[in-house]
């Protein structure tokens, strides 16, 4: 019987502790809207530093389609996303559909579709324009008390795909 009470009462602090842990993200869903709003606004300003300043310092990006490694850690990823050259691409819209979040503790996901328009810029001339639509999934984590984006996972769709 005291084996029985013993286990009975671990059971119930292990249950309390997934709760806690689960609230306490929950209780983070304004505050990782507004980092992910941020990240969203940043890339429409085409401010590479406030972008990065998102980001995990362990961060990965998983591509779709892509043979190899992802993409990892924040500066190679700023090497792919940044690179010097006279072709940039200039984000005019990015807009997210669907949004989900969720997570225990110190890490949680955002998911929903994106939809993102960009022109490709030669020598700051306008070449093209560009709509991306695709579904992703990115991970956060809190480090130093504030979240960042740790994985970004995405899944291209064609331009009239919607979730609804």
């Known amino acids: 019987m005291k084996t029985f009470i013993l286990l009975f009462f671990a059971v ?5 502790s ?8 929950f209780n983070d869903v304004a505050e990782i809207e507004q980092v992910m709003q941020d990240y969203r606004n940043a890339w429409r300003k085409g401010d590479s530093s406030l972008v990065l300043n998102k980001l995990s310092k362990d961060i ?3 591509q779709p389609g892509k043979g190899g490694k992802p993409v990892m850690g924040k ?6 996303w940044f690179p010097t050259s006279v072709i940039s691409y200039s984000i005019v819209t990015f807009n997210v559909e669907n949004s989900e979040i969720s997570g225990p503790g110190d890490f949680a996901y955002y998911q929903g579709t994106s939809k993102l328009t ?8 306008g070449r093209d324009t560009t709509l991306s639509v695709s579904e992703f999934t990115n991970i ?4 130093g008390g504030n979240w960042k984006i740790y ?11 919607s979730r609804d």
């Open 151 to 161: 994985r970004i996972m995405y899944n291209l769709k064609d331009q009239t795909y």
């Open 12 to 16: 119930l602090i292990f249950l309390n």
């Open 18 to 25: 997934c709760q806690t842990a689960n609230q306490s993200a």
């Open 140 to 143: 956060l984590k809190k480090e």
């Open 118 to 125: 960009w022109c490709t810029l030669e020598n700051n001339v």
């Open 75 to 80: 500066k190679e990823l700023s090497n792919f």
């Open 60 to 62: 990965i990006l998983f």
